[in-house]
């Protein structure tokens, strides 16, 4: 079955930098598309990125383009979140998900049919 499990979350200050996993099973890297997002307590979820089966690459927000980077491991059953430049406003819990297809649907939420546990991300000084 589809599992996709997210790991290296953390506590950092402000500037830091965290490298996020999304270990993924039941599929590899070149059947289906994967997306990040992240949610914040009392905040509707945010996507941030999707990378396709061919390595096309989407981000969703205005707000994390220049300071996060996707991208897959050599293995082709890992993709990475690589978090830069941490500010507070970004402390959530991160998801990855895939939408069980090649391709990144622009419907950010209900497209993506398959989601890990989270891992969270803090921000504070």
């Known amino acids: 079955q589809v599992q996709l499990v997210e790991s290296g979350g953390g506590s950092v200050q402000p500037g830091g930098s965290l490298k996020l996993s999304c270990k993924v099973s039941?599929?590899?890297?070149?059947?289906?598309?994967v997306g990040w997002f992240r949610q914040a307590p009392g905040e509707e979820r945010e996507g941030l990125a999707c990378i396709t089966t061919g390595g096309s690459i989407t981000y969703f927000s205005d707000s994390v383009r220049g300071r996060f980077a996707i991208s897959k491991g050599a293995a082709n059953n890992i993709v990475y979140l690589q978090l830069n430049d941490l500010k507070v406003e970004d402390t959530a819990v991160y998801y990855c998900?895939?939408?069980?297809?090649?391709?990144?649907?622009?419907?950010?939420?209900?497209?993506?049919?398959?989601w890990g546990q989270g891992t969270q991300v803090t921000v504070s000084s």
């Open positions: 998900a895939t939408p069980r297809s090649v391709r990144c649907p622009i419907r950010t939420g209900t497209a993506y049919s398959r």
């Open positions: 039941g599929f590899t890297l070149d059947y289906y598309a």
